[in-house]
């Protein structure tokens, strides 16, 4: 469905213009939004539960409500797409993790991971596996295929932990969490190879460099810790900005990384999405949305797809593909 186009304003170090809008889904108030890497489906959550669409053209492939019921879709807890985007993972508040096919929306497995809620998801590269968090302060790894657990680790002994992710090649599994630490495991023993301790406030976004051998991690903090594995040390910090740093996202070559950020006052109102220079830690691409809401951003090699909810729907912009200065091409 298509409605009057509002304008996404990009600037960077090549001056400011703007993108149209490709197209709004109309939509109740959604609370979260997920892209697949692809930019193919969109997942989005809303009161009762969540619904699954194919992007363009936009077609409803299924709407899920929450059995219970509850008017806050309190029920679902976490979200990932599978790199392919061919499989949506949805975890719940008690412990499961359903395994969505994205093309048909039919529940295809679920997995039964805790006894108690699940905080995050995140697929291994190849979609092989699929990292967990949850309340009872415990990370697995498990193998989706076979459908069981790889090993069992604990984490964070003090709240949750809030994201966590795989690095390029698979071998390495990150958290971050409320204690304000970051752990990071070896995928094929489930040993804990690194801790930093006292990085942030409270976590939120986490991405690894294309090499592995390091970890960006953004929060209420307002900028990037760069971590560098190897030595096990903050090497330095950069990106800046008087927003929470909501997700984080690595370009597909690697060299830069777009921040999304969110006010942490109201959720409600409008915070940037900035593409970063890893090397240099200038912005290359800033981008203002109006009246943004819950919106996510999916990279891959054709460009940019960027989400926010306002004004009763789903608002998609296509940002093209990025040339090596931070502008669209």
């Known amino acids: 469905m298509l409605a009057i186009a509002l304008l996404l304003v990009a600037s960077g170090p090549l001056g400011t213009h703007s993108l149209h809008e490709e197209q709004v889904i109309r939509s109740e108030k959604l609370n979260f939004v997920l892209i697949s890497d692809d930019g193919r489906y969109i997942a989005a959550l809303g009161p009762g539960g969540f619904k699954l669409w194919e992007r363009d053209p936009v077609h409803l492939i299924g709407a899920f409500r929450d059995p219970a019921g509850r008017a806050n879709a309190g029920w679902f807890t976490s979200w990932a797409f599978s790199p392919d985007g061919k499989t949506l993972a949805v975890s719940d508040v008690e412990g499961t993790v359903g395994l969505y096919d994205a093309q048909r929306g039919d529940l295809a497995r679920r997995l039964t991971v805790s006894e108690s809620s699940v905080s995050s998801l995140a697929f291994s590269p190849d979609g092989r596996l699929l990292g967990t968090t949850s309340a009872d302060h415990l990370v697995r790894v498990w193998d989706v295929v076979a459908g069981r657990p790889l090993w069992v680790s604990p984490g964070a002994q003090i709240g949750f932990m809030r994201d966590v992710a795989f690095s390029p090649d698979g071998g390495k599994i990150a958290a971050v969490a409320d204690d304000a630490n970051v752990y990071v495991w070896d995928v094929s023993n489930g040993n804990l190879s690194n801790t930093f301790e006292d990085t942030l406030m409270a976590s939120f976004g986490l991405a690894f460099t294309k090499d592995g051998k390091h970890l960006m991690v953004g929060g209420a903090s307002s900028e990037i810790f760069l971590l560098n594995l190897p030595t096990g040390t903050l090497e330095r910090t950069f990106g800046r900005e008087r927003n929470v740093v909501a997700s984080l996202k690595l370009s597909p070559r690697g060299g830069m990384v777009v921040s999304r950020y969110r006010n942490p006052i109201d959720t409600a109102k409008a915070a940037p999405i900035i593409v970063w220079d890893i090397a240099s830690g200038k912005a290359k691409l800033k981008l203002e949305i109006p009246n943004t809401h819950f919106g996510a951003v999916s990279w891959n090699e054709s460009g ?24 669209p091409r």
């Open 304 to 327: 940019m797809v960027v989400t926010s909810w306002y004004d009763g729907g789903l608002h998609v912009w296509t940002v093209p593909r990025l040339s090596d200065g931070g502008q």
